[in-house]
Structures are given as structure tokens and as C-alpha cells.
């Protein structure tokens, strides 16, 4: 069982703008350890999107950003295209006995 | 190009044993972390082990814990996951991926996965 969470789906027209909250706790996220954001496009393996909070990857493209305040997380995504359409996880450290390193459970953004 | 090629998932019955393996290329292996995470057949990540760069350092999920045991060989610039007491919901595509230096590095670069499959 994830201890963080999102979302199950979020939807948009190509050109919105869409977000995808990731709450935590005082273990991970709250305790000020940083958050990570994966896409996983259909079929194929996670890639990382997001490092640090908020900071990109080369490569991805400026339409993603990401910030933390308190004990959540949030990825947002600008000007939505149809490429965008993928499952999105975030992840962070965890210093509670039972849990270490963990991924959110998951958003499935949908492009109308 | 990093390359990171897993091996030896197949079908296995209840409580039997599977040792998967990961092939790495285009970095100097003993310079990261390397995990492994699952993921269940419509479901999601799950972070499964994590093994510091030099072996010395081993870190499981609560799931798997006593059942599974990471290792590494440097000079080979393999992964491997050792998986016994298998059960049903052991069932998953296991990827292999890179950390960082740090334990709470992110993970930059995924495997395509192997598909281990626990049913009789």
C-alpha cells in the first residue's frame, strides 16, 4: 500500500492545462525529502520527468514543471498535447520503519 | 548509451526460487545504486530492493523482505534479484533501474522489464 498519494485520472483538452497532486507525509515528503515524477507512456518502461522538485531531465520539454509545498507535491502540465497521454508516478524517500523508497499510486492523464 | 537488459523471468510455481539478472552498459557500473521495481500485471510501481554502489549497502521492501536478496557483480556489471518463497502476488514485470549516489536519488534509466509469472 503506497503511502503516496494521487489521483487515480485527470483529463484535458490538447492545450489545457492539467495538475497531479502527490500527498505524503511527515516521513517523505513533509520531512523535506525531494520528489520525483516518471511518465509510463503505454507499453513501455518509466522515464524519469521530473527530479529534484522541480527540475527537468534534458530532453523534457518545458511543458512539464514541478513543485513541493508542505507534505505534497505537484506536477503540472502546460499546453497538453496528445503525446502527453500516459500514467504519471511520483516518488519519494521515506524514513518510517516500514516504507523506504516509494512510488505514488499512480495517474492516468487522459487527452480529451 | 545506457543500456540496462533484464533476464530469467518465466513461469514458476508457489514457493519456488527465480534469480533474475541485469545486464548494464554505457556507464561505469560501480559509479551507481541500482534498484528494482515491479509491476503487476494493470497495476503500479513498486519499489522492490536497492543495492548501494559497492554492494555494501542492501535495502528491501517490507513484501519481499527475507525472501529476496539483491547482490551485484562489479566486474561483470551485473544486477541480480534472488527470489524464493515465491507467491501469486510476487507475479510482475521487474525492471532493473539505475540510481544515483545518494539512496534518495531518482531513478534515470529503466530496463524494458522481465516478466516473472507465479501460478501452478
Known amino acids: 500500500q503506497s503511502v503516496l498519494t494521487q489521483p487515480p485520472s485527470v483529463s484535458g483538452a490538447p492545450g489545457q492545462r492539467v495538475t497531479i497532486s502527490c500527498t505524503g507525509s511527515s516521513s517523505n515528503i513533509g520531512a523535506g525529502y525531494d520528489v520525483h515524477w516518471y511518465q509510463q507512456l503505454p507499453g513501455t518502461a518509466p522515464k524519469l520527468l521530473i527530479y529534484g522538485n522541480s527540475n527537468r531531465p534534458s530532453g523534457v520539454p518545458d511543458r512539464f514543471s514541478g513543485s513541493k509545498s508542505g507534505t505534497s507535491a505537484s506536477l503540472a502540465i502546460t499546453g497538453l498535447q496528445a503525446e502527453d497521454e500516459a500514467d504519471y508516478y511520483c516518488?519519494?524517500?521515506?524514513?518510517?520503519?516500514?516504507?523506504?523508497?516509494?512510488f505514488g499510486t499512480g495517474t492516468k492523464v487522459t487527452v480529451l | 548509451e545506457v543500456q540496462l537488459v533484464e533476464s530469467g523471468g518465466v513461469v514458476v510455481q508457489p514457493g519456488g526460487s527465480l534469480r533474475l539478472s541485469c545486464a548494464a552498459s554505457?556507464?561505469?557500473?560501480?559509479?551507481?545504486?541500482m534498484h528494482w521495481v515491479r509491476q503487476a500485471p494493470g497495476k503500479g510501481l513498486e519499489w522492490v530492493s536497492l543495492i548501494s554502489w559497492d554492494g555494501g549497502s542492501t535495502y528491501y521492501a517490507d513484501s519481499v523482505k527475507g525472501r529476496f536478496t539483491i547482490s551485484r557483480d562489479n566486474s561483470k556489471n551485473s544486477l541480480y534479484l534472488q527470489m524464493n518463497s515465491l507467491r501469486a502476488e510476487d507475479t510482475a514485470l521487474y525492471y532493473c533501474a539505475r540510481g544515483g549516489i545518494a539512496v534518495a536519488d531518482p531513478i534515470d534509466y529503466w530496463g524494458q522489464g522481465t516478466l516473472v509469472t507465479v501460478s501452478s
Open positions: 554505457g556507464f561505469t557500473f560501480d559509479d551507481y545504486a
Open positions: 516518488q519519494s524517500y521515506d524514513s518510517s520503519l516500514s516504507a523506504f523508497y516509494v
